[in-house]
């Protein structure tokens, strides 16, 4: 019996990391198929495209799904229409959150982030409520283990590459740009040979807020059920939360 309890363990923790994996690889292919449907199928010609597609090629997402998004979104295969839209409110202990989703229908979409909010002692507010607290920025995070430069020889790479900030980690090194120049200082730094560990346009709060314990904790399962909803592309949150309340997670 025990044997087969850890097998049925395993199972079980696969499932939850292939159902994971699914979802991950959903929310890209929407993400490729809104670039494509705006902006054209050739990624050298649409930098959103080209973004994307790198994000999905980043979490191993296979080639013929990539393909399969962008023929889709210009008419080679049937496909629905998504639109984005945005969500602004304040989680436990009044940490901002913005909430960016790609929908076909927004009426559900709007109901099902409200109750998101209201079930984690959170509340859904105006557009605009929040967004003030957050700068757009490109984020490029790379992994110390990954790469030979100390961090004098990659400060004056990232300096001609064009970035604005590179801040030093225990782990990692982190670089951010500005939007516009995100991907002329990507492409620089890859003809360096300088991999990254994840790479994107983003929203970075300028201020955090210190959650305690209970609020931490009812945070982190706001954020959980708003990952985990289909719609749900990205959610930005300026909320600082304890190692050890994670570790309850």
Same mark, same amino acid.
């Given at each position: ?150 961090? +004098?020889?990659?400060?004056? &790479? ?5 970035? !604005? *900030?590179?801040?030093? %980690?225990?782990? /990692?090194? @982190?670089?951010?740009? +500005?939007?516009?120049?995100? &991907? ?5 730094? !890859? *003809?360096?040979?300088? %991999?990254?560990? /994840?790479? @994107? ?49």
């Amino acid at each position: 019996m025990a044997g087969h309890s850890k097998w049925k363990n395993i199972q079980r923790r696969k499932n939850a990391q292939d159902a994971k994996r699914g979802k991950v690889f959903m929310k890209l292919a929407k993400e490729i198929f809104v670039a494509a449907k705006s902006g054209g199928g050739d990624p050298e010609t649409n930098p959103s495209l080209r973004l994307a597609v790198d994000k999905a090629k980043s979490a191993n997402m296979p080639n013929e799904n990539i393909d399969r998004a962008i023929k889709k979104a210009t008419g080679d295969l049937d496909g629905v229409q998504y639109e984005n839209v945005t969500y602004e409110g304040y989680g436990p202990g009044g940490a901002a959150v913005m909430v960016n989703l790609l929908t076909d229908n927004k009426n559900r979409a709007a109901a099902d982030v409200r109750h998101a909010f209201n079930k984690n002692k959170g509340n859904m507010g105006e557009n605009g409520c929040v967004s003030f607290l957050f700068n757009r920025r490109g984020s490029l995070v790379i992994d110390r283990s990954e790469i030979n430069l100390n961090e +004098d020889e990659l400060m004056l &790479q990232v300096i001609e590459a064009g970035a !604005e *900030e590179m801040e030093t %980690h225990e782990e /990692s090194f @982190e670089i951010y740009t +500005d939007p516009q120049e995100f &991907q002329n200082v990507k492409d620089q730094l !890859e *003809e360096s040979d300088i %991999h990254f560990a /994840s790479a @994107e346009v983003t929203m970075i709060p300028e201020t955090y807020t210190h959650l305690e314990e209970q609020d931490g904790l009812n945070m982190l399962k706001l954020l959980d059920m708003l990952e985990d909803n289909d719609d749900v592309q990205d959610v930005y949150h300026n909320a600082d939360v304890d190692d050890d309340v994670y570790n309850q997670m």
